[in-house]
Every structure is written in structure tokens, then in C-alpha cells.
């Protein structure tokens, strides 16, 4: 099936500063890719849907100046976190949506903010 | 690895009830989720069960939980064209999940 990576797979962080994670789709070409964060032992959820060439479109309660969503090309999809803190500590996963509207899901970002 | 499997496809008529079966590995899972993604959209929670009940219900959802056999399924009742969409299980400590059934409900 195809393969969805995310980079890097854990990250810690001093409060205050940034932090970018990657997504990528390495054998097709992905419209829309979904964020999506969890925090331990809890379900997954949906932070914004993040569409190639257009604005991310975020989920209620996700502050879209936080969580900065771009995706710039058909293959790539970043979040970048500003100004973290510990409470923004969670699992991270991304997915991609294929021509079938089948799901691929990425291994999963740690981050971990001091 | 551990894995959680389902089948891909089901088709069912307006008004009858869909069963969507799921098998897991983990026996450790503490939660076992179920998710729906309706076209174009990201994975919804639709509904979750704890590692030591046999059985949920809400509304026309019921889940059924075999731990023994390790398998996890949904119900729902009275199956509407609005509940054409696939459905994903996972468990909850390593975050693995199905590949996601694809419901097909025709009128």
C-alpha cells in the first residue's frame, strides 16, 4: 500500500520555542492530508484538513495561529507548532487521502515541550 | 507486528441493520475505537469501548467487544444512505488501525 512518512518521529522542545513536522506521501500524490494529535490513552482528533494550495480549514476549538498548516505541494504537508508549551505535548499523525478516498496514515510525531 | 484487520467492503439495502467486523492483535489495548470518515472528510470518533465491557449501545450503534477472540464489532441499525462512508477501528496504545471498511448503503 502506499506510504505516508512523517518526520521527525519525536521531538522535545523548550516551552516557548517552534516546532515543525513533516508529512510527506512518498509514492502518490495526496489532494488532502488530515492532522490529527493525540494525547495518551485518548482517541484521535481531527485538527484541520489541509488541502494542496489552499488554506488548511481547522476544526473547532484549534487555534489556526498555533497550529500553522501548509501545503505547499502535492506531496507535503507541514505543521508547525508556535510558541509550544507543555500542554501542547501530545502524538501528532497525519494522514493522506489517496484517489479513492482511502486513508494512509503517517507513523506519528511525539513531541514532547519542557 | 500487531495488527488490526477488517474487511473492506459492505453493502447493504436502506433500513437493514450493517455489521462491521474487526479483528486485533494487542490484547493490552486499553480502548478500542471506531471512526468514520465521510468522503473528503478527516476520521470522526463515532464511538469507543473499554477493554473490559462486552457490549456498548447508543442510539443505533452497538458494539460488541470478544476478547477472548479479539474481535471487535459495530452494528448499526437501521442502516441510512447518510451512513454510507468507511469505518475504521483502532486500538488505543499504539494507535494502529484497520484499513477501513467501505459501507455502501443503497436506497
Known amino acids: 500500500g502506499a506510504v505516508v512518512s512523517q518526520h521527525p518521529s519525536w521531538v522535545i522542545c523548550k516551552s516557548g520555542t517552534s516546532v515543525k513536522i513533516e508529512c510527506r506521501s512518498l509514492?502518490?500524490?495526496?489532494?488532502?492530508m488530515f492532522w490529527y494529535r493525540q494525547f495518551p490513552k485518548q482517541s484521535l482528533m481531527l485538527m484541520a484538513t489541509?488541502?494542496?494550495?489552499?488554506?488548511?480549514?481547522?476544526e473547532q476549538g484549534v487555534e489556526k495561529d498555533k497550529f500553522l498548516i501548509n501545503h505547499a505541494s502535492l506531496t507535503l504537508s507541514t505543521l508547525t507548532v508556535t510558541s509550544a508549551h507543555p500542554e501542547d505535548s501530545s502524538f501528532y499523525i497525519c494522514?493522506?487521502?489517496?484517489?479513492?478516498?482511502?486513508?494512509?496514515f503517517g507513523p506519528g510525531t511525539r513531541l514532547t515541550v519542557l | 507486528g500487531e495488527d488490526v484487520e477488517q474487511s473492506l467492503f459492505l453493502s447493504v439495502r436502506e433500513g437493514d441493520s450493517s455489521v462491521i467486523n474487526c479483528t486485533y492483535t494487542?490484547?493490552?489495548?486499553?480502548?478500542l475505537y471506531w471512526y468514520k470518515q465521510e468522503p473528503g472528510a478527516g476520521l470522526q470518533l463515532l464511538t469507543y469501548?473499554?477493554?473490559?465491557?462486552d457490549m456498548k449501545q447508543d442510539q443505533r450503534l452497538t458494539v460488541l467487544l470478544n476478547k477472548k477472540d479479539k474481535h471487535l464489532s459495530l452494528r448499526i441499525a437501521d442502516t441510512q444512505t447518510g451512513d454510507s462512508a468507511i469505518y475504521f477501528c483502532?486500538?488505543?496504545?499504539?494507535?494502529?488501525f484497520g484499513a477501513g471498511t467501505r459501507l455502501t448503503v443503497k436506497p
Open positions: 494522514s493522506a487521502s489517496g484517489n479513492h478516498n482511502e486513508q494512509f
Open positions: 469501548i473499554f477493554s473490559n465491557m
Open positions: 489541509s488541502n494542496e494550495g489552499s488554506k488548511a480549514t481547522y
Open positions: 509514492d502518490f500524490q495526496a489532494t488532502t
Open positions: 483502532a486500538e488505543n496504545d499504539d494507535m494502529r
Open positions: 494487542d490484547s493490552s489495548s486499553t480502548y
